[in-house]
């Protein structure tokens, strides 16, 4: 079964107005590297074909993918010509907008992280704040404790600390990237893994400090944040504790050894994440694995926004990444990464790559 061929926007069964395109449409597409990006897109082939449980259940891969990606796993792909012309083949571009809404409105586009941070397997007097596992409760109560609660001692007995780190910010934004590496004081480095959330609602605090002033959104950064959490106090009553309980979310982690640290974090599909290749989206949407085109002006090289042009790959999911065109793009790790990814939040053109042999019912 081939696509069938669409002049204008359709209707597909998700209720997602999609927009066709031919490749030709996407400006920059001939001269990206489709070797990476396949090489990354094969990755989640292999999980797919495998059919391995994810780390965050998504939505399921059709049919049509999941043949996809056997028969990229059978392909013997050495070149960037070979790499594009197997994406060119067994894909159709569809430019997303939300059901209802006008096909040029634009996707919006975030980035995120891996930090990495000092920690102790002990508390002490430079690590105070623990990193929760996952609750032994955790699901049997309706609905689960929140932030607040949770750091009040709700949970206590229910779930153990796995490691300790210097301050309640590093906890908080540890939780918001969804993964960290950890370095202890004897220079090991351990890796925390997501292992489930209380299912509160995300809200970001950094939208609250813009929204009231105490911030502008061109001066917004994760460096300023952390800034004005500090300065603003950690402690009850402080206004830097009250932000942080603004956001209801509160995620755990499981503890492990870093096996090879040329290896990203595990995203929500449970491979490891590539820099600028792998994106987190709305998994009730999107499975994971499927290639996306993300064209945009963005600050992703330095402080001065530059064009970005990329196929990348669905291996990620997050609370705070909703809708059929919200993307948040995987900068890597450490500071520098830190420092580029909590500089998005920009319009961009979000393009889906969906199998040709799927089709679409016109709408």
Known sequence: MTATPFTRASQDRRGLLLSPLAFEDLAGFGEDDHLEAFRVFVQSCASIAASAPPLRKGAEASAALKTVARAALHQDVRDNAQARRFFEAHFRPFRISGKGAAPSIPGF??????????????????????????????????????????????????????????????????????????????GKVMRLVYAGRNGRPYTSIGRILIESGEITDAGMSLAALKQWIRAHGQNPGDAGLALMHANGSYVFFALREEDDPAVGPAGGQGIGLTALRSIAIDRAIWPYGLPFWIAAEIPWRSVSASRFQRLMIAQDTGSAITGPARVDIFFGSGDDAGARAGDIRHAGDVVVFLPAAEGLTGG
């Open 109 to 186: 586009l975030t980035g995120y992280y891996e930090p990495i941070v000092e920690g102790s397997l002990t508390r002490g007097r430079d690590f105070t704040a623990p990193v929760l596992a996952r609750p032994d409760n955790l699901g049997s109560l309706a609905p689960y404790p929140g932030r607040a609660a949770i750091e009040a001692g709700a949970i206590e007995g229910h779930a153990a600390p796995v490691v300790w780190l210097r301050d309640r910010v590093e906890v908080f934004l540890v939780q918001v990237q969804g993964s960290a590496r950890v370095r202890l004081a004897d």
